[in-house]
Nanobody, 127 residues
Framework: QAQLVESGGGAVQAGGSLRLSCAAS????????MGWFRQSPGKGREFVAT????????YYSDSVKGRFTISSADAKNTVYLQMNSLNPEDTAVYYC????????????????????WGQGTQVTVSS
């Protein structure tokens, strides 16, 4: 059974840092991309970052580029999201997702490319 479990969320003051972890098991172990999305109250889920597991190539949304870093530790079947210089606009539930199919024409910043999702972890940034 495919499973993704996030951890590392919490409350932090503006300017602080957090590192989220996503542990993969089951079918997600063979995923092509692992991504992070977030959802704030009253808003839709938005793309944050993704990593192509075979090459390590990463992609970021403009809102987090330069502040967040996505990485993977394949030996641990874990993907991380290091978040620095946090601001209140980063407050959201953060979700880990796995894309278990691949297409060269697919846009992996889109939710629909990801078949498996974690339960989410809350990040709250106070000013």
């Amino acid at each position: 059974q495919a499973q993704l479990v996030e951890s590392g969320g919490g409350a932090v003051q503006a300017g602080g840092s957090l590192r989220l972890s996503c542990a993969a098991s089951g079918r997600t172990l063979s995923s092509y991309f692992m991504g992070w999305f977030r959802q704030s109250p009253g808003k839709g889920r938005e793309f944050v970052a993704t990593i192509r597991r075979s090459t390590g190539v990463t992609y970021y949304s403009d809102s987090v580029k330069g502040r967040f870093t996505i990485s993977s530790a394949d030996a641990k079947n874990t993907v991380y999201l290091q978040m620095n210089s946090l601001n209140p606009e980063d407050t959201a539930v953060y979700y880990c997702a796995a894309a278990t199919s691949y297409s060269a024409f697919a846009d992996y910043s889109r939710e629909r490319q990801y078949a498996n999702w974690g339960q989410g972890t809350q990040v709250t940034v106070s000013s």
